[in-house]
Nanobody
C-alpha cells in the first residue's frame, strides 16, 4: 500500500520560511517523479514544483521560482519543499504526489499517488 505523508506545515508570517517533508512508503521511491501541489480555499489544485527520480531535474511554477526549492533523499524515501519569502497568497493545503514518468509534470491528473496534505498559512 502506497503512502505519502506530508509534514512541516504551519502558520508563518509573510517573509518567513517553512520546510515541508513528504515521506513515502510502499513504492520504489527512487523510480518516481515527485510533485508538490497546493490548493487554496475556493480554488483549483495548482502545480508548485516537481523533481525527477534522480533529483537531476526540477520544474517550478512561475509563482514560486526563486523562492521555493525542492530536493529529495532517495535513501530516506523523502522529498522536501523549502519555502522562503512566503507571501499570504502562498496560503493553501500543500500536497505531495508521485508519478512514474517525467512528462506533464504540472498536470495533477497525471499523478498516481497523493498524500493527505498539510496546511500552510501565511499571515500578512
Amino acid at each position: 500500500q502506497v503512502q505519502l505523508v506530508e509534514s512541516g506545515g504551519g502558520l508563518v508570517q509573510a517573509g518567513g520560511s517553512l520546510t515541508l517533508s513528504c515521506a513515502a512508503s510502499g513504492l520504489t521511491f527512487s523510480s518516481y517523479t515527485m510533485g508538490w501541489f497546493r490548493q487554496a480555499p475556493g480554488k483549483e489544485r495548482e502545480f508548485v514544483v516537481a523533481i525527477r527520480w534522480s533529483g537531476g531535474g526540477t520544474g517550478y511554477a512561475d509563482s514560486v521560482k526563486g523562492r521555493f526549492t525542492t530536493s529529495r533523499d532517495n535513501a530516506q524515501n523523502t522529498v522536501y519543499l523549502q519555502m522562503n519569502s512566503l507571501k499570504p497568497e502562498d496560503t493553501a493545503v500543500y500536497y505531495c504526489a508521485a508519478k512514474r514518468r517525467w512528462y506533464d509534470i504540472s498536470r495533477a491528473d497525471e499523478y498516481d499517488y497523493w498524500g493527505q496534505g498539510t496546511q500552510v498559512t501565511v499571515s500578512s
